[in-house]
Structures are given as C-alpha cells and as structure tokens.
C-alpha cells in the first residue's frame, strides 16, 4: 500500500492560482500512474489530471489548458498548478496513485475553494 500526504489547498478569488502537492511513501511501484480527482458537494468524485511515470499526461476537458500536472519521480511527488480558477472548481482535491492499469491509493483530500 501505497501513503499518499496532500498539501495546498486553500481560499483564492476567481481568475487566481494555487498548486497543490502529493507525496506517496510506502510501496511505490517503478511503474506508476499518479493523479488529482476532485469531487464538490453533491456530486460524484471525477477525474481532473494524470500522469504517467513516463511521462504522460491526461486531462478532463474542463481543466484542459488551465491547469498543469508533472512529477518528480525521484522524490514520488505529484503536482497540480492551477490557473484561471472558476467557482466550479471548488471541491475537494484527492491525490491517487496506482499501476498502469488504473487508480489504487487514495490521499485523504484537500479542500479548494473559488470565490467569486
């Protein structure tokens, strides 16, 4: 198993930028895939961004362009910089991990919020 430890979350005004941070200790794996889901009040948790150990990224459509994921592999961190945030990207942001093959660990979650 795999320990997943988020930081940066916060309050920012609409159009302004936070980066949030993850770290994963444990049994990491040489070949991975880490990532953010986020889930906002009432409604099912979603997938914002990934990243493959090689490199590869992945983003939903309505983050595309706005927000930015990379990683350090050597240190097993994952980041998420966030710009140009909306009212609808409040939620809270969970930090995941897993093989190639999909999401297995979870973080406990930070909380962004998007003030108008």
């Known amino acids: 198993q795999v320990q997943l430890v988020e930081s940066g979350g916060g309050l920012v005004q609409a159009g302004g930028s936070l980066r949030l941070s993850c770290a994963a200790s444990g049994r990491t794996l040489s070949s991975n895939v880490m990532g953010w889901f986020r889930q906002a009040p009432g409604k099912e948790r979603e997938f914002v961004a990934g990243?493959?150990?090689?490199?590869?990224?992945y983003y939903s459509d309505s983050v595309k362009g706005r927000f930015t994921i990379f990683r350090d592999n050597a240190k097993n961190t994952v980041s998420l910089q966030m710009n140009s945030l909306k009212t609808e990207d409040t939620a809270v942001y969970y930090c995941?991990?897993?093989?190639?093959?999909?999401?297995?660990?979870w973080g406990q979650g930070t909380q962004v919020t998007v003030s108008s």
């Open positions: 995941a991990y897993g093989p190639p093959t999909g999401y297995r660990d």
């Open positions: 990243i493959r150990s090689g490199g590869t990224t």
